[in-house]
């Protein structure tokens, strides 16, 4: 519990220093960055606890913990409404970005680390 809550302060500290960074000018770019950058490594890390090359503590502070406070669904399914309402051709560009490129790119980070591209497994 302690781990996860831990990792769950990282997070959440982490995708509020994105949202101060990264400008949304009408598009949440934030939100849209944290959620693939975050499928991404979670696809990374899964492939590490997978293959035994983290520890199962370690996996789930960043996997449940960090990762999980550091992307976000809440605020995903509000900016799709809000760019719904105002603009439905980046709503629906919102939607495939984060629904298809989002696991395209937990499914390459696992690949990395199966294929021993990033981390040999020796």
Do not use: H
């Amino acid at each position: 519990m302690l781990l996860v809550a831990i990792g769950g302060a990282l997070g959440a500290s982490l995708r509020y220093l994105v949202i101060l960074w990264v400008p949304t000018d009408g598009f949440p770019w934030s939100t849209l960055s944290v959620n693939l950058i975050g499928s991404f490594i979670l696809g990374i890390i899964i492939g590490l606890g997978t293959n035994q090359l983290l520890d199962e503590k370690t996996t789930l502070m960043i996997a449940t913990g960090i990762l999980g406070a550091f992307t976000t669904m809440s605020t995903y399914s509000m900016d799709t409404i809000t760019l719904w309402e105002n603009e439905k051709i980046l709503a629906i560009l919102y939607i495939i970005a984060t629904a298809i490129i989002g696991p395209i790119l937990a499914l390459i980070g696992m690949e990395t680390v199966n294929s021993g591209i990033i981390f040999n497994k020796n």
